[in-house]
């Protein structure tokens, strides 16, 4: 059952949640805008996006600072999707996002219905790494042209930052000014003290200069006034092409959310429920989708902002949507805003995902995860802006990497007079036990004269039901063929196949 306001004794709505969703909404209205740009929307679907789809989080997030709107890297599928499919910005462009953001929310929701919420961990560290610095450096990229005003019509993402970043003569200067001025802002007010609003300031202050000095660089332009645009017409018939992408979007997306949700019910010593949080977020999505937004998530910087300013539920979430929504028919005042000031907001929130230090660590760590971290990062770049399929394809080197290890098995041998001491180590399992079989049989032609093995089992991380079965059948041949066995540290789910293999082995005549 959707729980009610009224209902839950102890987590009431107080004025600590009203004061840490006001303050969050602040810094929502302009980073919500700023992303939408960077999903390739014009920037008022942003403000869609952040004014229903908190609401309906609120009423099933297990989180209580968890905050949901417009995020970075959600944004970034969200254009690598839709961008081979139509021209961004275009109405055909708003449809398909609000119709992405409708699959992601009903593939969150089954999955919270499934209980399946444990496929969030399904995505292996070095994998997300990996991505999440390659998707650092398009978002950065597709921000390079207009944080300095350069109108590059032609060429990818990497390839539009580059013709931006190398030919200076087209900058225009005043944008450049604006986009650092913004970074720096934002940058220091973090550093003086997180509830400090640097995003707000950042975007009054860019508001001011533009009126003030009759700015003649881009801007929003014009923003629509009055509540949301309900609507349920949305291209439907290009419902199959949005599947994949968008089931790609519901689990990588719910990454971040799970992740904040963890880490603070960690440090609260507090419990959260990853099927309880799919749902909610499922819901949102369904929301934003239905509401002329695009594909939302669980944002780190404004769930950290929220949980700072003393949010004490999820009802702060409720607040801080009510406040966007409130704002929606005062939001033409945004209209001589820099676009300038947007691409520095994004700047400013994302370069610090990238972490190159973290790829160099885990390569030291392990090189075979190393290599996913690294064939992942590469793939993202180079599929740009399929930057899905790069997922896609990282989950499945991952899986394979994993594979290969579980393949191997290691079997540590020496040999004491005429006893040969052997221990498997490794995870013994169908795929594995033909290694143990040949390791053994090769030990044992390799030292003649053996009467006794002793076979240890605790180098042995798991023995599934075939692995025992093939290690109880291969004991009974070195047995057959007059080899004293002993077997050492033996778990008691292995004694039980031991026991039924024997009830089921035909007798000698």
Known sequence: MTPELRHEPGHRLGLKDVVAGLSVAVVLIPQSMAYAELAGLPSHH???????????????????????????????????????????????FVGLA??????????????????????????????????????AILILATQIPGAVGSDVAEGGVLGKAAWALTHPGAWEWSSVVLSLGTVAVITVSRRIHPLVPGVLLAAVGGMVFSVATGYEGATVGSVPSGFIPLSLGLPWARLPSLVLPGTVIALVGFAEAASISRMFASEDRGHWSPDREFLGQGVANVVAGM??????????????????????????????GLSVLAFLPFASVLSPLPRAILAGIVIAAVWSLFKPRVLVEIWHLSRPQGVVAGSTFGLTLALSPHVEQAVLMGILTAGAVHLWKELKLEVR????????HMQPEGVLWFGSAPALDDALLECLAEEPGIDRVVLSLAGLGRIDLTGAYTLAELLQHIRDAGIEVDVEDVPKHVRRAFVLLQREAPEKP
């Open 413 to 420: 041998a020496r040999r004491e007079g005429d006893t040969l």
């Open 291 to 320: 509401s002329g937004g695009f594909p939302v998530g669980g944002s780190f910087s404004r769930s950290s902002l929220n949980r700072l300013a003393g949010a004490g539920s999820r009802w702060s979430g409720l607040v801080t």
């Open 98 to 135: 609000a119709l992405l953001a409708v699959v992601v929310g009903v593939v969150r929701i089954g999955v919270g219905l499934l209980r399946a919420g444990s496929l969030s961990y399904l995505m292996s560290r070095p994998m997300l790494s990996g991505f999440t610095s390659a998707a």
């Open 46 to 92: 942003g403000l869609y996006a952040a004014a229903l789809a908190p609401i309906a989080a609120s009423f099933l997030a297990s989180s209580p600072y968890l905050q949901t709107g417009p995020v970075a890297l959600t944004a970034l599928l969200t254009l690598g999707a839709l961008m081979p499919m139509a021209t961004p910005a275009s109405a055909e």
